[in-house]
C-alpha cells in the first residue's frame, strides 16, 4: 500500500457532482505507458482514506492510500513519483500521484 494524492476532476471538467462520502473506493486505474488502451491496460485500484473525500476541507486534493485490487496486477507501477488516472467507467474522475 502506497500513500498518495489524489487530485479530483472538477464537475465543470467532466468530474464528479460530489466528492465520495465513503472511506474506500475501487475504480478503474489507466497508467500512461498504455496510452488510451482500455482492452488490457485497465487494473481495479482500491484507495483508502482515514477520512470521506466528501467531508476534507480541500476539495480538490486528498490524501489516500493506494493498492491494486488483484494479485496479478502490475505493482511495480505503484511507486513515488507514479501518477495515473482514475475512472468510474469511461469517466476520468481524478489524477493519482504516488507518494511512497
Avoid: C
Avoid at 52 to 65: L, V
Amino acid at each position: 500500500m502506497h500513500s498518495a494524492l489524489v487530485r479530483w476532476v472538477p464537475a465543470e471538467a467532466g468530474g464528479l457532482e460530489t466528492l465520495p462520502p465513503v472511506l474506500r473506493i475501487i475504480a478503474l486505474s489507466l497508467f500512461p505507458e498504455e496510452g488510451t488502451n482500455w482492452r488490457d491496460g485497465v487494473w481495479s485500484i482500491v484507495l483508502f482514506f482515514d477520512q470521506p473525500p466528501a467531508e476534507q476541507t480541500n476539495r480538490s486534493s486528498t490524501e489516500a492510500r493506494v493498492d491494486f485490487a488483484f494479485p496479478e496486477a502490475p505493482h511495480e507501477r505503484l511507486h513515488a513519483g507514479a501518477r495515473f488516472g482514475v475512472y468510474y467507467g469511461p469517466t476520468k474522475v481524478a489524477d493519482v500521484d504516488v507518494l511512497d
